[in-house]
C-alpha cells in the first residue's frame, strides 16, 4: 500500500451530526421554552378569562306572587344578579307587571325608548304610562303613541308554583 494510499484511510470521517454542544444547548433551550409555556400559558389565561366569557346569562328571578297581579299596571323592584368579568353585581331592576283580559301576565321596562328615562302609569290620569322628561305616552301594551320611536321593552315571563318570575328583556311582543 503506497502512502498515498494509506493517508486517505486515516483521513477522520466528516461527521454530520451535532456536537455534544449543540446537542445541549437545543435539549435546554427546548426543555426552557416548554417550562416558560407552561408557567406562562395558564397566567394569560387565568387573567382574560373573564372578558372572554360571555356575560352571565340571566337567570329567572322570582318577583311577586301572581296573586298580587291586577289589572291594573304595578311597579315591581328586583335584583338581577350579574357577573361582567371581574364585575359582579346586584342592580335593582323595576318591572310593571300587569294582568290582561285574557289572564294573561306580561312585565314591561320602565325605560322610555325616547332617551331613556323612566316612565309612570296613569301619571296624567290617562290610563297610559308617561314619560315626565319629553312627553313620550304610551299605552298599556307598551305601545308608543307620541315621541318615543319604539314601544317599551318587555320582560321574559314565566308563572311557577303561584309567583311570577322575570327573565332578560327582549322587544315588545304585545304591539
Ligand atoms: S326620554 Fe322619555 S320622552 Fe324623552
Not at 32 to 40: I, L, P, S, Y
Not at 107 to 121: D, N, R, Y
Request: glycine residues 6%; proline residues 6%.
Amino acid at each position: 500500500m503506497s502512502n498515498h494510499d494509506q493517508e486517505k484511510n486515516h483521513r477522520p470521517v466528516k461527521r454530520n451530526e451535532m456536537s455534544r454542544r449543540q446537542f445541549l444547548s437545543y435539549t435546554l433551550g427546548g426543555a426552557t421554552a416548554f417550562m416558560a409555556a407552561g408557567v406562562t400559558l395558564p397566567m394569560i389565561r387565568f387573567a382574560v378569562d373573564p372578558i372572554l366569557k360571555k356575560k352571565s346569562e340571566s337567570t329567572w328571578v322570582k318577583v311577586v306572587e301572581e296573586a298580587k297581579v291586577t289589572n291594573e299596571p304595578q311597579e315591581f323592584k328586583f335584583n338581577i344578579h350579574q357577573i361582567d368579568g371581574w364585575y359582579v353585581s346586584d342592580p335593582e331592576q323595576t318591572a310593571w307587571i300587569t294582568k290582561d283580559e285574557q289572564g294573561n301576565y306580561f312585565a314591561l321596562s320602565p325605560v322610555c325608548k325616547h332617551l331613556g328615562c323612566t316612565i309612570g302609569w296613569n301619571t296624567e290620569k290617562n290610563n297610559e304610562y308617561v314619560c315626565p322628561c319629553h312627553g313620550a305616552h304610551y299605552t298599556m301594551d307598551g305601545k308608543n303613541l307620541s315621541v318615543a320611536p319604539k314601544p317599551l321593552d318587555e320582560y321574559d315571563l314565566k308563572v311557577e308554583s303561584g309567583w311570577i318570575y322575570l327573565g332578560p328583556i327582549k322587544a315588545n311582543t304585545r304591539v
